[in-house]
């Protein structure tokens, strides 16, 4: 997987037109870069990349906790609305209260409200598959009505500023942006780690979990807490990426023949998911520049409907 992303990450600064040459991108790295080589490293693909590691690795191990807590492929911080709540919290507070609350808290708070709202709606938590995506699909328009809403009531400018971040985009990202999600990573992957072997025990049941001494609800609200943390930091830099949180962690499941989503290999996958698809988005022809959502949504939807029918066969839908 290491091998895949270091692959997908060189082929991003080198490909296309303004790609820095193979045969000089190590010496541009090690800081040797100048003229067009330097403007692309630091200012146009090197934070878009670094950006892109970053937030695909916070959704991909997002998806991998939720999952693991719900014991359930389709209950992942997108399919029940989370990402979306937390794209209308980022959007309210950078659009209406741009110097009062920070854009990250915002997609917090819009993270909380949403999952809050999707647990109370089922009746059931999230136990119960068929509840869940009915309430997921219910809350994510929800949110993105509001997000919608927000964006045409505000002055034009700062509207068309926020359209692509709508979609999930890396376009023009930063160093601060790379700042804040690398951050979140930081304190949110040794709490994780902490608690994955309680998570693995939970994989038994929560009887014999106790019988353990795992814990298995407060390590439900960890896990839970350091999902939604991980969602809204990914959110507050890139917008409501869809589907990375679906399909990382099953994918990884099937590569591991596991129980469960591994944590470590989910988090890698979903920063290869969202370099590849990245990349995608800067050089297929024809489509060059188009939001990055729209591939993994476009790509995650096909995902998700193969998942329900399975669900479906299965009988638990």
Do not use: C
Not at 7 to 22: C, D, F, M, Q, S
Not at 41 to 48: D, H, I, V
Not at 148 to 163: G, N, P, S
């Amino acid at each position: 997987m290491l091998v895949l992303i270091a692959v997908a990450a060189t082929a991003t600064l080198t490909l296309g037109r303004l790609g820095i040459p193979l045969a000089t991108l190590p010496d541009a790295i090690a800081g040797n870069a100048d003229g067009k080589e330097e403007f692309v490293l630091e200012r146009l693909r090197g934070p878009r990349l670094v950006v892109a590691l970053g937030a695909g690795a916070a959704l991909g191990l997002s998806g991998a906790l939720f999952q693991s807590v719900t014991r359930n492929p389709l209950g992942s911080p997108d399919v029940i609305g989370l990402a979306a709540g937390a794209g209308a919290g980022a959007a309210i507070v950078a659009l209406l209260l741009p110097d009062t609350v920070p854009v990250p808290t915002g997609a917090v708070l819009g993270a909380a409200l949403a999952m809050t709202l999707v647990y109370v709606s089922t009746g059931s938590g999230f136990r119960n598959r068929g509840r869940l995506v009915v309430a997921g699909i219910g809350v994510a328009s929800l949110s993105t009505a509001v997000t919608q809403y927000v964006v045409y009531a505000v002055e034009r400018d700062k509207a068309t500023a926020l359209t692509s971040y709508i979609n999930g985009s890396l376009a023009t990202r930063s160093w601060d942006h790379a700042g804040t999600i690398w951050t979140v990573l930081l304190v949110t992957v040794p709490l994780t780690v902490l608690i994955a072997r309680r998570l693995d025990i939970g994989e038994m049941g929560d009887d014999l979990a106790t019988g353990l001494g795992a814990r298995p609800n407060s390590t439900k609200s960890v896990a839970v807490t350091l999902s939604l943390v991980l969602s809204a930091g990914a959110v507050s830099v890139a917008g409501p990426i869809a589907f990375i949180s679906l399909t990382a962690p099953q994918i990884a499941k099937r590569l591991t023949r596991g129980t469960g989503p591994h944590l470590a290999l989910a988090t890698l996958t979903g920063a290869l998911l969202l370099v590849a698809a990245d990349l995608a988005a800067q050089q297929l022809p024809y489509f060059e520049e188009l939001p990055v959502g729209i591939y993994t949504m476009a790509l995650g939807g096909a995902y998700l409907g193969y998942l329900l029918l399975r669900e479906w066969r299965k009988g638990v839908l």
